[in-house]
């Protein structure tokens, strides 16, 4: 696929679920959507957090083979045949959506934390300093991951429009590149975003999320 890049691939969301509607939106998230999602041919892991800090209220990512596999014929008839549930949740309770499909360009450490820093930008050509800073804060104690996100775009996809998932809630934001640092305490990972924020401008878009559930391929055989 022309302009892909060949590194693991990486759907980031960030989004907020309507007031009053949070048991609707777990029972669609563990009653169907995650493995739906995680089942997928090509996708690995997927995992869900929540802000320590409110808003956007939920964090959760899905790792994938490559960026290509979330251009897939298999992916985009899931986001082109949604469910009656997931029909209900777009329209109106999964809401203040920012969704990108990534590419996963620079890892240090194996772990996953249980807590999960994340600093984006909509700005572009911040990637290679993300990259040094990934660097430096993987040196901190508490940090066993260290991961650089950089948005990809399929220039040989046939359809242009948005998909139906998202015309029923309505156009998403999207990130240009994205820090994501996992930890093992939450004081670490308070830390850490204070450090971060301290040390950047005003332009980046930081959070402290904690893991709720994760789901991998394998479990879903």
């Given amino acids: 696929m022309e302009g892909m890049n060949p590194k693991t691939g990486v759907?980031?969301?960030?989004?907020d679920c309507a007031v009053g509607h949070e048991e609707l939106y777990d029972k669609w998230y563990h009653g169907e959507h995650f493995f739906d999602r995680v089942s997928i041919e090509g996708f690995r892991v997927g995992r869900r957090h929540e802000s320590l800090d409110g808003h956007p209220r939920f964090f959760t990512y899905y790792e994938t083979e490559s960026a290509a596999v979330l251009f897939s014929s298999a992916y985009q008839?899931?986001?082109?045949?949604?469910?009656?549930?997931?029909?209900?949740?777009?329209?109106?309770?999964?809401i203040n959506v920012t969704r990108t499909v990534c590419a996963c360009v620079q890892r240090s450490?194996?772990?996953?934390?249980?807590?999960?820093?994340t600093m984006s930008t909509r700005e572009r050509g911040k990637a290679e300093g993300l990259k040094t800073t990934a660097l430096l804060f993987a040196e901190?104690?508490?940090?066993?991951?260290?991961e650089v996100w950089v948005r990809v775009i399929d220039s040989g996809q046939s359809h242009t429009g948005a998909r139906k998932e998202e015309q029923i809630r309505g156009q998403d934001q999207t990130v240009e590149s994205c820090l994501v640092l996992h930890l093992t305490r939450e004081d670490s990972a308070r830390r850490v975003v204070d450090q971060l924020?301290?040390?950047?401008?005003?332009?980046?878009?930081?959070?402290?999320?904690?893991?709720?559930?994760?789901l991998r391929h394998e479990d879903c055989r």
Avoid: I
């Fill in 11 to 15: 759907l980031a969301l960030w989004n």
């Fill in 77 to 94: 008839a899931q986001l082109d045949q949604p469910s009656l549930l997931t029909k209900e949740v777009m329209a109106g309770v999964f």
């Fill in 109 to 117: 450490g194996r772990e996953r934390g249980g807590f999960v820093v």
């Fill in 140 to 146: 901190l104690s508490g940090v066993v991951r260290t």
């Fill in 197 to 214: 924020a301290s040390e950047t401008d005003a332009d980046w878009d930081m959070g402290v999320y904690r893991l709720l559930s994760e």
